[in-house]
Every structure is written in C-alpha cells, then in structure tokens.
C-alpha cells in the first residue's frame, strides 16, 4: 500500500506559479503510476497530468499542456507539479494519485484506474 500526502497549495494572483507537491510512503514507489486530478465546486474529478512509473512518459488535459508540468523523484518518493500562468479556472482541490501498475510504462486517465488518493490540497486564483 501507499498513502499520499499533497502539500503547497494556497492563494495565487492570476498568473501567477504554484509548486505543489505529492510525497508517498512505502518502498515500492517506482512501481507505481502517478496522476495529479482536480475538483471545483459543483464539478466532477478531472485528470490534470499523469506520469509513468520511471517518469518517462507524461500526459496533460488539453486545458493545462504547456502550462503545467509533472515529474517524479523515485529517490525520494515525490511527485511535483509545476503551475504556471494560472487562471481562476484552475481554481480547485487538487489531488494525487497512485495506480501499482508494475512498469507498464502507461499514464492512466480516469479515477477508476486509481487505487490510491490523498487527502487533496486547496489552489485558489484570484483574477
């Protein structure tokens, strides 16, 4: 098992960057696929970035390619997400997630392929 813990989230002018982090437990990390979702009041979890079990393949929702960037430290069990240009419609609860996906070298979409999720931290953009 995993537990997730997201941190660096707070209040940022429109613009504005935004670092958030997502630091794991357990000895298998490098086995796990990785994902950052968001949620806005009154809307569904939405996919924002994924990332491979080596971090070799990443993926973006449209509305946040060539803005925001995913990576991963497997050396320290960290998964950092990198936002810039904000805009208040990036306004949400963001949250990480992890699949044990077993070197499949895949990003994964959807919730339902997510086995673990942390406890989410709070972005707000002001305009």
């Known amino acids: 098992q995993v537990q997730l813990v997201e941190s660096g989230g707070g209040l940022v002018q429109a613009g504005g960057s935004l670092r958030l982090s997502c630091a794991a437990s357990?000895?298998?990390?490098?086995?796990?696929?990785m994902a950052w979702f968001r949620q806005a009041p009154g809307k569904e979890r939405e996919f924002v970035a994924g990332?491979?079990?080596?971090?070799?393949?990443?993926d973006y929702a449209d509305s946040v390619k060539g803005r925001f960037t995913i990576s991963r430290d497997n050396a320290k069990n960290t998964v950092p997400l990198q936002m810039n240009s904000l805009n208040t419609e990036d306004a949400a609860v963001y949250y990480c997630a992890a699949r044990r996906s077993l070197y499949s070298g895949s990003v994964y979409y959807t919730r339902a392929n997510y086995d673990y999720w942390g406890q989410g931290t709070q972005v707000t953009v002001s305009s």
């Open positions: 990332i491979s079990e080596s971090g070799g393949v990443t």
């Open positions: 357990g000895r298998t990390f490098s086995t796990y696929a």
